[in-house]
């Protein structure tokens, strides 16, 4: 491949798919930002081929799984056109549209990338399809007008693994073999963390936009736990159950602040010099916890007509905070713990 187009696919490209997710790629050390960058590509590929709902789900199953096997196996040209020609021109968006139609020249670095990069790059694209795959085959069609709920609490967690554990598992390997960290904890220790974090900021993101993924037929929130309240996934749909709901809410939210512990713990782990890894983990877990708090603010959070998102000024507001905080371990643990026993002293104000 030619270096005008690895700085195309790698740059450009990349900002227009990865929108906000691109700051924390460009901060990353330099050794890490092409392996993790076409990680990115791949999953996002993979993500537009499972949400584009014009496309009948058992459609969008064949053609993900035909794009596993050109991520793990030999590209085949002819497959790959199939998945441009299906999906690329059901794309509003542009830049995905050309992602779509530069899987070759993306799979094609990825062939040429380091034998241990190019493995584990299969690895976490591979779980992050199992995930979209569980989607695809557990919830109706988006248009069904059909609703269906996740069983137990077992499945959510094994969901938050696959569509973002994984990641923070993939995130570390990298961090080891491309830079020259050694942390004060066993590279071990640092995997567990680091999937603890990634599934702390999936939960977060399940909760979120709960009220819009009900809307399509999908509710994450377990039938176990909504039956000990009396609840149905169908009565979710009604604005005025957000109360009702709101133990579920605070359960699934403590486990995600259990998690986000574990993801302070992973980022104080790190050395106070490495900056940029530092604010890499810093950034999504004080944007992560402020929404939360924003949660349990939100009396209506089951409709999406009263998201709880963090503002953009907020989240600029927090990005200049970080910088004199990134290199004191105290300081991030004092702000990690001051914005969990806010969330907690929320919990309380707010009672079931």
């Not at 030619?2 to 195309?8: E, L, M």
């Not at 996740?150 to 598992?169: H, S, W």
């Not at 960290?181 to 567990?192: D, W």
């Not at 009263?306 to 004199?324: H, N, T």
């Amino acid at each position: 491949m030619s270096s005008s187009a690895r700085a195309t696919l790698l740059g450009p490209l990349l900002k227009g798919v990865s929108r906000s997710f691109y700051l924390t790629l460009r901060i990353l050390p330099a050794g890490m930002r092409d392996p993790v960058g076409l990680a990115y590509l791949l999953a996002r590929a993979a993500d537009t081929i499972a949400d584009t709902s014009l496309i009948a789900p058992e459609k969008r199953m064949r053609l993900l799984l035909s794009f596993r096997d050109q991520v793990n196996g030999a590209p085949d040209g002819a497959a790959l056109k199939v998945i441009a020609d299906e999906v690329a021109r059901q794309q509003k968006d542009s830049d995905e549209k050309v992602l779509l139609e530069s899987l070759g020249s993306a799979l094609a670095l990825l062939s040429q990338s380091e034998e241990s990069d190019r493995a584990s790059i299969r690895e976490i694209v591979s779980t992050l399809i199992e995930g979209m795959e569980f989607d695809l085959s557990t919830f109706p069609d988006e248009s069904s007008g059909s609703l269906v709920a996740l069983q137990k609490f077992e499945e959510i967690d094994r969901y938050t693994y696959m569509v973002a554990g994984c990641v923070g598992e993939f995130w570390t390997k990298m961090t080891y073999s491309h830079t020259s960290v050694t942390t004060s904890i066993s590279p071990e220790a640092m995997v567990e963390r680091g999937i603890r974090l990634g599934k702390a900021l999936q939960m977060t993101n399940v909760l979120r936009d709960c009220g819009k993924d009900l809307r399509i037929g999908r509710c994450y929130l377990p039938e176990t736990m909504l039956a000990q309240l009396n609840l149905t996934p169908q009565e979710l749909l009604l604005r005025e159950n957000s109360l009702r709901a709101r133990p579920v809410l605070y359960s699934l939210i403590g486990t995600a602040l259990d998690n986000y512990r574990e993801g302070l713990r992973y980022t104080v782990a790190l050395p106070p010099l490495s900056v940029r890894l530092r604010l890499a983990c810093l950034w999504p877990i004080v944007i992560g916890l402020e929404t939360l708090s924003l949660l349990v603010q939100n009396e209506n959070w089951l409709s999406p007509d009263y998201p709880s998102k963090v503002s953009r000024e907020k989240v600029y507001r927090l990005i200049l905070r970080s910088f004199p905080a990134v290199i004191s371990n105290r300081a991030i643990r004092n702000w990690g713990e001051d914005l969990i026993e806010r969330i907690d002293a929320q919990m309380r104000l707010h009672p079931l």
